[in-house]
Nanobody
């Protein structure tokens, strides 16, 4: 789990949509937690959405109802569909993974993840 490659970032107006993709190495099904994190200027990196080894999903409260995480294991790609984007969603978005089970309460905790992509910029203008 050393190569995660994000794509799909860009600039949109408030209310618009973007879909982020994260390509990753093939791994045994249900053996890896994967998630999306973001970091705005001057702020700490925060969890946005994640899928656990039990296929359990967690979202940050700030994105519930607007963002959807999904995973195409056949294509080895993690997605983040972002709708109704707001200026406060502006950040660098990172894909991350860890090869062990995390309880749901820890899925959005960046300290547990040990593989990271290079990040992709998302800019939302008002």
């Amino acid at each position: 789990l050393v190569q995660l490659v994000e794509s799909g970032g860009g600039s949109v107006q408030a209310g618009g949509s973007l879909r982020l993709s994260c390509g990753h190495p093939t791994y045994t099904a249900n053996s890896v937690c994967m998630g999306w994190f973001r970091q705005a200027p001057g702020k700490e990196r925060e969890g946005v959405a994640a899928i656990g080894t039990d296929a359990n999903i967690r979202y940050a409260d700030s994105v519930k109802g607007r963002f959807t995480i999904s995973h195409d294991t056949a294509e080895s790609t993690l997605y983040l569909q972002m709708n109704s984007l707001k200026p406060e969603d502006t950040a660098i978005y990172y894909c991350a993974a860890v090869a062990y089970r995390l309880p749901s309460g820890s899925l959005l905790d960046r300290r547990f993840y040990n593989a990271w992509g290079q990040g992709t910029q998302v800019t939302v203008s008002s």
